[in-house]
């Protein structure tokens, strides 16, 4: 298992964080692949620090399903499978259609520009060459919306499918040819929201998320190929 990728150190963070968001980081962007093996011995070797923190940022890294326990052989990087994008997925539709819902009720005039200007930056954002900046940029705008709602609970539970999407997210806008579609979309979603039209501000986050399963879904099908 060659590893490429190098411990960042934080001051204000504990150890064990400051692992986990390395691997993390590291499972994202491709430098640890799907199906490679997560040995513990060699990534403290590397990263300088001892096997506990590598343990519990594994067990992390296990509860977000970027890594799986094989009985017998240890901790792998997850696959990114049509079944786990589709169920991950289903969960975010239902729940972004319920925050633009929301958001079509609540958001104020300040909401508005902030939305607007989300969506400037995204935009400005599109020509970078570090997909993890595209990826920030298009989280921060949806951010907006579900600040909009005024609904904490709902909030918490975008937040903690946030990570499980990511990947997901990361493949979409790997593809270039997907961000003039992407920019309508938010376009659309910002119109709907300020006209506060429930049934267009839902038809088109629907039609926003199923364009990534669709994307995606053919890319893992063209890479079985």
């Known amino acids: 298992m060659p590893i490429d990728f190098e411990v960042t150190m934080n001051e204000y963070l504990p150890l064990r964080d400051v692992v986990f968001n390395t691997l993390r980081r590291a499972i994202l962007r491709g430098e640890l692949k799907p199906g490679e093996r997560l040995m513990e011995i060699q990534l403290a070797n590397k990263l300088g620090v001892s096997r506990t923190p590598i343990r519990e940022a594994i067990r992390k890294l296990e509860l977000e399903g970027l890594?799986?326990?094989i009985?017998?052989?240890g901790a792998e990087v997850a696959e990114i499978t049509e079944k786990n994008l589709r169920d991950v997925l289903e969960v975010r539709c239902a729940l972004e259609e319920l925050a633009v819902q929301l958001a079509c009720d609540r958001i104020d005039k300040a909401g508005i520009l902030e939305l607007h200007a989300a969506a400037d930056r995204f935009k400005g954002r599109l020509d970078s060459d570090d997909i993890t900046q595209i990826a920030e940029a298009d989280e921060a705008f949806h951010d907006v919306i579900f600040k909009a709602t005024g609904n904490?609970?709902?909030i918490q539970l975008l937040n903690n499918l946030r990570e499980q999407m990511y990947?997901?997210?990361i493949e979409y806008l790997k593809k270039r040819e997907c961000h003039p579609q992407l920019l309508k979309e938010h376009a659309t979603i910002i119109k709907s929201i300020e006209e506060h039209d429930k049934d267009s501000a839902t038809q088109?986050?629907?039609?926003h998320i199923n364009n990534q399963v669709t994307t995606v879904v053919g890319t893992l099908k063209h890479r079985e190929e």
């Open 152 to 154: 904490d609970r709902l």
């Open 167 to 169: 990947r997901y997210r």
């Open 204 to 207: 088109i986050t629907s039609q």
């Open 67 to 69: 890594v799986l326990m």
């Open 71 to 73: 009985p017998r052989k």
